[in-house]
């Protein structure tokens, strides 16, 4: 008998939809099959055109997007509608209303009918780490909406990480990241045995659809010197973003993984330490934060990153006199330390590309009315890279300060997601993590390939860590338990009482360590031994909520708060791949 799973990767500017299949007779798996648009070559594109005129003529997916140009004077062309889920936003097209669960529903049954398959009826959804409760309530209606049960949840950089298991086993703590459209989502992940334990998960709301408007606006001017971005009619606008992603795509290929320059990280330092003598502070500067502060500044000479790196790092070591104000000798011992840093850290390089085409100049035809625009790669990259440095870099060092861990001490590095092919990012992941980066061929299927297989397992999402209750002590009291307590469980009821006359109580949710996770203000009569009510629970959306009720003060009078961000781990032992 053949037992069918399926995995979706909703995405902002792409959608995924794979199948695993496993014979249960010879416990054999077969190949992931993957459903997409051009004869499943590529993913569904998150796009729709509603007509002006008429209600009903809809229009999804690529057709929409690599034909904006003749739809948009009779369409109105949505993208990026994902971000609609979880807030009031509606977009308005004629006198018709749309919020972003009618426009997810829209999709998703298109997607469902363009897949074709009757057992196409559930699913597991990758999400983004800081999907809101509400956006994920959305989503869980849209899909049901389209007749697809969501079966669970999955973080998208967890499960770009459970497809690509197999071949990495050998590596025990792997960061992963996942550059989308919409967000930028990581995951720091430790293998052991058959178990994968989320270390670390962080995300932020930039992608690769931030990356197309910031180029759109700086090359605007060029191409409608009469207006202002914000001033450009919706239909040029349409066609100046496709342009521009298009761009985008050209001016970064695919990575080949297996022409990386490899640069063994041993032979270089982590980190290094600054000392500059008397009336200075010594200072550690670590290998990711060097690659952040150089990072812009490789187009100018040795010498005079050298003389950059001063300007920076002296307010640092020298904090009471500018760079300008030093006296030559302590100049002379801060240049020193800065020369030799740079010899103790592996010099600064790149991937290796499929092609050299990708450095071509780039001739961009925006449709009527508008001027041609001439861009050579260096203007690209010139655009591109501060964002890169600005967003995505800081967020990487943030996840490795969560779990105090350096680049040395990350054995791999995962890259997923449709923006993760963008030249400038992989050149500053391959700074930091050099000879460490894995790209997959599979970028933009990875999440949804691994959704799938994380459906087939039918495993458990077990806590990582333990919910508590702050006690009046400072004790901390389990309320969810880590490695008990799974999505799905409820907790029985637990009453507190108050331990001095008081007209309110205050239910402060730590984890094991005591960090915060919320904070809950209940009302009280004000007499000692007063019984408050606690319930708790991990819903299917992977989200804690916890309850706490008063039954002094009217028998449904209750307070409730949320935790979002939860750590799970997955056990990986009944599956294995061919």
Same mark, same amino acid.
């Given at each position: 008998?053949?037992?069918?799973?399926?995995g979706i990767?909703?995405?902002?500017?792409n959608?995924s939809?794979?199948?695993?299949?496993?014979?249960?007779d010879?416990?054999?798996?077969?190949?992931?099959?993957?459903?997409?648009?051009?004869?499943?070559t590529?993913p569904?594109?998150?796009?729709?055109?509603?007509?002006k005129?008429n209600?009903?003529?809809?229009?999804?997916?690529?057709?929409?997007?690599?034909?904006?140009?003749?739809l948009?004077?009779?369409?109105k062309?949505i993208?990026?509608?994902?971000?609609l889920?979880?807030?009031?936003?509606?977009?308005?097209v004629a006198?018709?209303r749309?919020?972003?669960?009618?426009?997810?529903?829209?999709f998703l049954?298109?997607?469902?009918?363009s897949?074709?398959?009757s057992d196409?009826?559930?699913?597991v959804?990758?999400?983004p780490v800081?999907?809101?409760?509400?956006?994920?309530h959305?989503?869980?209606?849209?899909?049901?909406?389209?007749?697809?049960?969501?079966?669970a949840?999955?973080?998208?950089?967890?499960?770009a990480?459970?497809?690509?298991?197999?071949?990495i086993?050998q590596y025990?703590k792997?960061?992963?990241i996942?550059?989308?459209?919409?967000?930028?989502?990581l995951?720091?992940?430790?293998?052991?045995?058959n178990?994968?334990?989320?270390?670390?998960?962080?995300?932020i709301?930039?992608?690769g659809d931030d990356?197309d408007?910031?180029?759109?606006?700086?090359?605007?001017?060029?191409?409608?010197?009469?207006?202002?971005f914000? %001033? =450009?009619p919706s239909? +040029?606008? !349409?066609? &100046?973003?496709? *342009?521009? #992603?298009d /761009?985008?795509?050209?001016?970064s @290929? $695919?990575?080949?993984?297996?022409?990386?320059?490899v640069v063994?990280?041993?032979?270089?330092?982590?980190e290094?330490?600054?000392?500059?003598?008397?009336?200075?502070?010594?200072?550690?500067?670590?290998?990711?934060?060097?690659?952040?502060?150089?990072?812009p500044l490789?187009n100018?000479?040795?010498s005079e990153?050298?003389?950059?790196?001063c300007?920076?790092i002296?307010p640092?070591?020298f904090t009471d006199?500018?760079?300008? %104000? =030093?006296?030559?000798? +302590?100049k !002379?011992? &801060?240049?020193? *330390?800065? #020369?030799k /840093?740079?010899?103790e850290?592996? @010099? $600064?390089?790149s991937?290796k590309?499929v092609?050299?085409?990708?450095?071509l100049?780039?001739n961009?035809?925006l449709?009527?009315?508008?001027k041609p625009?001439r861009?050579?790669y260096?203007?690209?990259?010139?655009i591109?890279?501060?964002l890169?440095?600005?967003?995505?870099?800081?967020?990487?060092n943030?996840?490795m300060?969560?779990?105090?861990?350096?680049?040395?001490?990350i054995?791999?590095?995962i890259l997923?997601?449709g923006?993760?092919?963008?030249?400038?990012?992989?050149e500053?992941?391959? *700074?930091?993590?050099?000879?460490?980066?894995i790209f997959?061929?599979?970028?933009?299927?990875m999440v949804?390939?691994g959704?799938?297989?994380?459906?087939?397992?039918?495993?458990?999402?077990?806590?990582?860590d333990?919910?508590?209750?702050l006690?009046?002590d400072?004790?901390?009291?389990p309320?969810l338990?880590?490695?008990?307590?799974k999505?799905?469980?409820?907790?029985?009821?637990?009453?507190f009482?108050?331990?001095?006359?008081?007209?309110?109580?205050?239910?402060?949710?730590?984890d094991?360590e005591?960090?915060?996770?919320s904070v809950?203000n209940?009302?009280?009569k004000?007499?000692?031994?007063?019984?408050?009510?606690?319930?708790?629970?991990?819903d299917?959306?992977q989200?804690?909520?916890i309850?706490?009720s008063?039954?002094?003060?009217s028998?449904?009078?209750?307070v409730?708060?949320e935790?979002?961000?939860?750590?799970?781990?997955?056990d990986?032992s009944?599956?294995?791949?061919?």
């Open positions: 008998m053949e037992y069918i799973f399926y990767d909703f995405g902002t500017t959608t939809v794979c199948m695993y299949s496993a014979d249960d010879t416990q054999m798996s077969k190949p992931i099959i993957s459903f997409g648009e051009n004869e499943n590529v569904f594109s998150s796009c729709i055109a509603i007509s005129s209600a009903s003529d809809i229009l999804c997916g690529r057709r929409v997007k690599e034909h904006i140009n003749e948009t004077p009779n369409y062309i993208t990026s509608f994902k971000s889920l979880g807030t009031d936003n509606e977009v308005i006198d018709r749309y919020d972003g669960v009618m426009l997810a529903t829209i049954t298109f997607i469902k009918n897949v074709k398959r196409f009826t559930e699913a959804f990758s999400i800081d999907f809101t409760s509400k956006s994920r959305d989503l869980l209606k849209a899909a049901e909406n389209a007749g697809i049960k969501v079966k949840f999955i973080s998208e950089s967890t499960s990480y459970i497809f690509k298991q197999q071949s086993k025990s792997v960061m992963v996942d550059w989308g459209g919409g967000t930028l989502d995951s720091i992940l430790n293998l052991k045995g178990t994968i334990t989320e270390e670390a998960v962080y995300g709301k930039y992608g990356i408007e910031e180029l759109a606006r700086r090359l605007q001017p060029k191409a409608y010197p009469d207006y202002s914000d %001033e =450009l239909d +040029k606008k !349409d066609i &100046l973003l496709k *342009n521009t #992603e /761009m985008k795509k050209q001016f @290929p $695919l990575i080949a993984e297996n022409e990386a320059t063994d990280a041993n032979d270089y330092a982590s290094y330490r600054i000392l500059c003598g008397p009336g200075s502070k010594p200072l550690i500067v670590e290998h990711s934060d060097y690659v952040e502060m150089t990072a490789l100018l000479s040795e990153i050298v003389d950059e790196l300007k920076i002296c640092m070591v006199t500018s760079y300008f %104000e =030093l006296v030559s000798i +302590k !002379d011992r &801060l240049k020193s *330390n800065i #020369e /840093m740079m010899t850290f592996q @010099p $600064l390089k991937l590309t092609n050299n085409d990708y450095h100049t780039k961009l035809l449709g009527k009315d508008a625009v861009v050579e260096d203007d690209f990259v010139e591109v890279s501060p890169v440095y600005k967003y995505v870099l800081p967020a990487i943030h996840i300060k969560m779990v105090n861990v350096k680049p040395a001490g054995d791999a590095v997923a997601g923006s993760s092919g963008l030249a400038p990012f992989t500053v992941i391959n *700074n930091v993590f050099p000879d460490k980066v997959d061929n599979d970028y933009q299927w949804a390939k959704a799938a297989i994380t459906n087939a397992l039918d495993c458990q999402f077990i806590l990582c333990d919910i508590c209750l006690l009046s400072n004790s901390k009291y309320i338990k880590s490695n008990i307590n999505v799905g469980d409820t907790v029985d009821s637990i009453s009482s108050l331990t001095e006359d008081s007209e309110d109580a205050h239910f402060i949710f730590v094991s005591g960090n915060k996770y809950l209940v009302y009280a004000g007499f000692l031994d007063e019984k408050l009510t606690l319930s708790a629970s991990i299917r959306d989200i804690a909520r309850k706490v008063n039954s002094n003060i028998s449904d009078y209750c409730t708060t935790i979002n961000k939860l750590k799970f781990y997955y990986l009944k599956i294995s791949l061919v």
